[in-house]
């Protein structure tokens, strides 16, 4: 029998991933944590400076430079490796570099014996989680992508402000593609259980066009931040603790992370931010949301996005002539 011990492989020290490490460490959510990347130098030093900080952790953990062999025991591997977005980039220009990338890492993972969950952050996220099922041959429900958990939060911060309420008690999801066609679920969104519409209907200083307003900024935040700094990483480092918090403790929580669906929204065969439950065993449940005709329409056009720019890129690597 395996021990009670959780490992966390992380795959790529860049932005992200020392971020993400970073946080794990401070919310002492696993006990052990192996670093991989090929830039050992730049990953040894991680851990030095991260077992630094353990005298001052919520909890111990044994974390230190790895390789693949470490994933054999490994409960989750993190996949935050790859090329970055740059300034005028959008997500869909990674595709190709990206998921050859992603093909090296995964078979050097798998032929290690790995039986755990991947979790994936690296962009495009949903294709390159789709790309990591196919390398894998895991079930579905033990790969899941970041999907569109950043961009519900990045909704949730700013509807918050705009209503002058705490965040956390906005109820609302981003869903479809992490990137230009994701769209907000306006028919489902609450603040404490009273419907947005409502707002709009009572409020005379509340607008639509505000709202609307609002979704641009989230769909775009990335290219502003990435504009300024140059990078994102710590929102999402900490999107990927959220999800791993769910896996290793076995939550059951609800979050939009990128699943794959065969029928459910009316689409097949593609990995897409969805609501869906997450606990121990990865993800345990789609949840299908009653979207509006728009919405619908919405999200089919985004998962038609995502396949066209998935299956040929993955075909002629899986298949080079």
């Given at each position: 029998?395996?021990?009670?011990?959780?490992?966390?492989?992380?795959v790529g020290t860049g932005f992200v991933g020392s971020s993400y490490a970073f946080a794990l460490l401070n919310q002492g959510i696993t006990e052990e944590l192996v670093l991989i990347d090929l830039d050992k130098e730049k990953s040894e030093g991680d851990a030095m400076d991260l077992n630094h900080g353990l005298p001052f952790a919520p909890s111990?953990?044994?974390?230190?430079?790895?390789?693949?062999?470490?994933?054999?025991?490994?409960?989750?591997?993190?996949?935050?490796?790859?090329?970055?977005?740059?300034?005028?980039?959008?997500?869909?220009?990674?595709?190709?570099?990206?998921?050859?990338?992603?093909?090296?890492?995964?078979?050097?993972?798998?032929?290690?014996?790995?039986?755990?969950?991947?979790?994936?952050?690296?962009?495009?996220?949903?294709?390159?989680?789709?790309?990591?099922?196919?390398?894998?041959?895991?079930?579905?429900?033990?790969?899941?992508?970041?999907?569109?958990?950043?961009?519900?939060?990045?909704?949730?911060?700013?509807?918050?402000?705009?209503?002058?309420?705490?965040?956390?008690?906005?109820?609302?999801?981003?869903?479809?593609?992490?990137?230009?066609?994701?769209?907000?679920?306006?028919?489902?969104?609450?603040?404490?259980?009273?419907?947005?519409?409502?707002?709009?209907?009572?409020?005379?200083?509340?607008?639509?066009?505000?709202?609307?307003?609002?979704?641009?900024?989230?769909?775009?935040?990335?290219?502003?931040?990435?504009?300024?700094?140059?990078?994102?990483?710590?929102?999402?480092?900490?999107?990927?603790?959220?999800?791993?918090?769910?896996?290793?403790?076995?939550?059951?929580?609800?979050?939009?992370?990128?699943?794959?669906?065969?029928?459910?929204?009316?689409?097949?065969?593609?990995?897409?931010?969805?609501?869906?439950?997450?606990?121990?065993?990865?993800?345990?449940?789609?949840?299908?949301?009653?979207?509006?005709?728009?919405?619908?329409?919405?999200?089919?056009?985004?998962?038609?996005?995502?396949?066209?720019?998935?299956?040929?890129?993955?075909?002629?690597?899986?298949?080079?002539?």
């Amino acid at each position: 029998m395996k021990n009670q011990i959780n490992r966390v492989v992380l795959v790529g020290t860049g932005f992200v991933g020392s971020s993400y490490a970073f946080a794990l460490l401070n919310q002492g959510i696993t006990e052990e944590l192996v670093l991989i990347d090929l830039d050992k130098e730049k990953s040894e030093g991680d851990a030095m400076d991260l077992n630094h900080g353990l005298p001052f952790a919520p909890s111990p953990t044994k974390i230190w430079y790895g390789n693949y062999s470490d994933c054999r025991d490994a409960d989750l591997v993190v996949l935050t490796a790859g090329a970055n977005q740059k300034p005028g980039e959008t997500r869909l220009d990674l595709v190709e570099k990206n998921m050859k990338i992603f093909k090296n890492i995964v078979e050097q993972v798998m032929g290690n014996g790995f039986d755990g969950i991947f979790l994936i952050a690296t962009n495009p996220v949903d294709i390159l989680t789709y790309a990591t099922w196919k390398f894998s041959g895991l079930p579905k429900e033990r790969v899941i992508g970041s999907g569109t958990i950043l961009d519900t939060a990045r909704f949730r911060y700013l509807l918050g402000d705009y209503f002058h309420v705490d965040s956390r008690n906005v109820h609302a999801y981003i869903i479809g593609e992490h990137g230009d066609t994701e769209l907000p679920v306006w028919s489902h969104a609450d603040i404490g259980g009273k419907p947005v519409d409502e707002y709009l209907k009572t409020r005379g200083e509340y607008r639509r066009e505000d709202l609307d307003e609002i979704f641009v900024n989230v769909r775009d935040a990335a290219y502003q931040i990435i504009q300024r700094k140059g990078a994102t990483f710590y929102g999402i480092a900490m999107g990927l603790i959220r999800i791993t918090k769910a896996i290793l403790q076995d939550e059951n929580s609800i979050l939009t992370v990128s699943a794959y669906l065969d029928g459910e929204y009316g689409s097949h065969d593609v990995y897409i931010g969805v609501p869906a439950i997450v606990n121990r065993s990865g993800i345990r449940e789609i949840v299908e949301l009653q979207l509006d005709e728009g919405e619908q329409s919405k999200f089919s056009h985004s998962v038609e996005v995502l396949k066209t720019n998935t299956l040929p890129v993955l075909d002629s690597i899986q298949n080079p002539k």
